[in-house]
């Protein structure tokens, strides 16, 4: 059984930084990709990075490139999402989601079978 649970979320002033973490179990976790996504109100769900559980590639969009960093911990099978710099256009609930892959990971989401309940960032002064 397949399960993802992302934490760390929180109220955070802009220009601040925060850290959400990414427990996965029930995978083998260097067979698999996970990404991070988020949806803000009124808008479409969005991906801001990815991660490959074995050879660690990552993959960032123009949006977050320089301020956000995907890593992991294989040995806790957790993923992290260390965020710097944050606007308030970063507000959103922010997923983790997982899929198979065998070399490059992906932010599409129709691309990931499974997800995690969301965390909620407020970036707000």
């Known amino acids: 059984d397949v399960q993802l649970q992302a934490s760390g979320g929180g109220l955070v002033q802009p220009g601040g930084s925060l850290r959400l973490s990414c427990a996965v179990s029930?995978?083998?976790?260097?067979?698999?990709?996970i990404a991070w996504f988020r949806q803000a109100p009124g808008k479409e769900r969005g991906g801001v990075s990815c991660?490959?559980?074995?050879?660690?590639?990552?993959f960032y969009p123009v949006s977050v490139k320089g301020r956000f960093t995907i890593s992991s911990d294989n040995a806790k099978n957790t993923v992290y999402l260390q965020m710097h710099g944050l606007k308030p256009d970063d507000t959103a609930v922010y997923y983790c989601?997982?899929?198979?892959?065998?070399?490059?990971?992906?932010?599409?989401?129709?691309?990931?079978?499974?997800w995690g309940p969301g965390t909620l960032v407020t970036v707000s002064s």
């Open positions: 989601a997982a899929a198979r892959t065998s070399y490059s990971c992906s932010i599409y989401s129709p691309d990931y079978e499974y």
């Open positions: 029930g995978v083998t976790f260097d067979d698999y990709m």
């Open positions: 991660i490959t559980g074995g050879t660690r590639r990552t």
